[in-house]
């Protein structure tokens, strides 16, 4: 964009043309609710909230993390630490995750079919958001995105607060 561009009010009905001068802030923000929306809708559909996905994932990776691993990894994506912890003491009573004597987290066979079978919800979800958008179209998307973030960040980190 032009340093010159002339800034628009958020419209949902902005044409193509006009794209450029809408605020980052809004679009970023209605594509991450409808997205998080939505994802969050299906897996409550089948008793599984992303947090719980998540930690799966980290769980079954390697040799195990211990539960402090898992929550420190994740804490930048959830709504803070006590969000995971929660995530890990809903997956060890539903008996998807056990400890070990060496205090690292697994996934039970149990834990292993769930995770299959959200494994399929998010991979079916992904093709349903990211339908009509190319490869290359998503990667430019998130690429402009980090640098967003990152000129935020640099920004930010030399202004005294």
Do not use: C, F
Not at 148 to 158: C, F, K
């Amino acid at each position: 964009m032009d340093q010159r561009t002339v800034l628009t009010p958020a419209d949902p009905a902005a044409t193509d043309d006009d794209l450029a001068t809408q605020p980052i802030g809004y679009w970023s923000g209605l594509a991450h609710r409808a997205v998080i929306g939505r994802i969050r809708d299906e897996m409550a559909r089948i008793d599984v909230a992303q947090p719980q996905w998540w930690t799966l994932n980290r769980a079954d990776a390697g040799d195990g993390p211990v539960r402090e691993e898992v929550i420190e990894q994740l804490a930048h994506v959830g709504d803070g630490p006590q969000e995971i912890a929660r995530a890990i003491d809903q997956l060890l009573h539903r008996g998807w995750l056990t400890i070990g004597t060496d205090h690292r987290l697994s996934l039970t066979d149990s834990g292993r079919t769930a995770k299959a079978r959200i494994k399929q919800l998010v991979i079916d979800l992904r093709a349903e958001i990211h339908e009509g958008i190319t490869d290359e179209d998503y990667v430019t998307a998130l690429k402009v995105l980090r640098r967003m973030t990152d000129n935020v960040a640099r920004q930010g980190a030399g202004q005294d607060r």
